[in-house]
């Protein structure tokens, strides 16, 4: 292995290179098959060629890496994140798992591996764009549904055409599915986004499971009219109803422990100062660690919006497009982290994953485990998420000596 410039001050450069592709000048805002993620995807499959790597960009819009092991076509132990971003990201949040492991590859090339090795920079991991996905890893799990194609971003464009416009192709998806036997595992360095290894002053832990997640698109139809001239008592404003329903949410997710709920987009119709709105589409994202907990918790908050509905005399309708259960990591990798962990001189906390990631999906292809990295103020989706270049050479060196581990070398 080349004695390379320590390895955090690689990565950090690297990611701070990628964080110029943005689709908004001023702030970091990289959705899912925009310019930005086309720039970036082609400046990762660049940067693995470079570390001798046969590259590719894959027809959901994937950069996939591979060096061979110590013979050709071995199942691939997988490393990778995602470089698609929310809206006014932070810019460690998914390229920090890509570009660990592109260095990690970097320094184990030519070593006899009993695996081939994979770098992956997913896309569509933030789910911001279109309405379905949660990642591009889907489609490699074989868990891609072809009817997401016809879903349409904001601006009405399909995902189909949004991924031929990318260079994609999205009748050669299903044809991305990967063999369980194609693959060894996977691991996926990604920033905490909370703020438990800060206050256990730790640069890395290990992830002990990741919450399952519900979606669903809510809509509250009132009557718009005249906001100068309907008397109060006898208005169907779309809008108070939906705040009331939106306070309900917080409420009832307070009350199951460990769980979250959040109304994050809100959308008023048609929004003008003098019309009273007549309706309101707005989202829901519930999370706990166990999938009853969450069950419960939705139809809680269904119950009591239309309870609310019913009350105001609106109209209230409810439609799930996600149910991810909760996914339990592997615990031979798990314990492969924290080993390695430890003989760096780390004492590496186990913490639930509170935010979903691309090992939901590559969890159905094999052993998968994530590294969390200590994040500033536990900050993430947020321009101010950031890390030091000595915990991103901690991480990087957790998974290198863990990529030796598994390989028994
Ligand atoms: O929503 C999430 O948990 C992730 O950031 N996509
Ligand atoms: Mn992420
Ligand atoms: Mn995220
Ligand atoms: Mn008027």
């Known amino acids: ?13 690297l990611i701070d290179d990628l964080a110029r592709h943005t689709d908004e000048p001023g702030r970091l805002t990289r959705l899912y098959l925009s310019p930005a993620h086309r720039a970036t995807a082609e400046a990762v499959l660049g940067l693995m060629r470079e570390a001798g790597l046969t590259a590719r960009i894959d027809a959901a819009g994937s950069v996939v890496g591979r060096i061979e092991g110590r013979e050709p076509g071995l199942p691939a132990l997988v490393l990778g994140s995602h470089i698609d971003s929310v809206v006014d990201a932070g810019r460690y949040d998914g390229p920090l798992g890509v570009v660990a492991g592109l260095v990690v590859a970097q ?15 997913f896309g569509d991991e933030e789910n911001v764009r279109f309405p379905t996905s949660l990642s591009t890893s889907k489609a490699w799990a074989g868990q891609y549904k072809t009817e997401w194609l016809e879903g349409r971003d904001a601006a009405g464009t399909t995902l189909r055409e949004a991924l031929t416009q990318f260079g994609g ?84 997710g307070e009350a199951v422990p460990g769980a979250v709920a959040t109304v994050g987009s809100l959308a008023v119709v048609p929004g003008a100062v003098n019309v009273i709105p007549g309706r309101v589409d707005f989202s829901l994202d519930l999370r706990a660690p166990e999938d009853a907990d969450r069950a419960g918790l939705f139809a809680a908050i269904q119950a009591e919006c239309r309870a609310i509905a019913q009350k105001r005399a ?27 962990a430890r003989r760096l001189g780390h004492a590496p906390l186990r913490l639930p994953s509170g935010a979903t990631h691309d090992a939901v999906a590559m969890a159905a292809l094999g052993p998968s485990a994530m590294l969390f990295v200590r994040c500033r103020g536990g900050i993430s989706h947020n321009p101010a998420e950031s890390i030091t270049p000595e915990d991103a050479d901690a991480a990087t060196r957790v998974l290198l000596g863990t990529v030796l581990d598994l390989a028994g070398i």
Do not use: K
């Open 1 to 13: 292995m080349t004695d390379t410039p320590r390895l955090g001050a690689r990565v950090m450069a």
């Open 107 to 121: 320094e184990v090339r030519g070593l006899p591996l009993p695996f081939a090795l994979e770098v992956v920079a």
């Open 169 to 252: 192709d999205p009748d050669g998806i299903p044809a991305l599915t990967r063999r369980r036997e194609d693959i060894a595992g996977y691991l996926e360095i990604h920033i905490e986004q909370g703020p438990a290894l800060e206050a256990a002053a730790q640069p890395v832990g290990v992830v002990s499971g990741i919450v399952g997640l519900t979606r669903a698109r809510c809509t509250v139809t009132g009557e718009a009219n005249h906001a100068g001239t309907v008397p109060m008592g006898m208005r169907r404003d779309a809008l108070a109803a939906a705040a009331e329903m939106a306070l309900a949410v917080e409420r009832l």
């Open 314 to 340: 609106v109209g209230f309708t409810s439609e799930t497009y996600m149910d991810n259960p909760a996914v339990a990591l592997d615990p031979g990798f798990q314990a492969a982290f924290d080993r390695v």
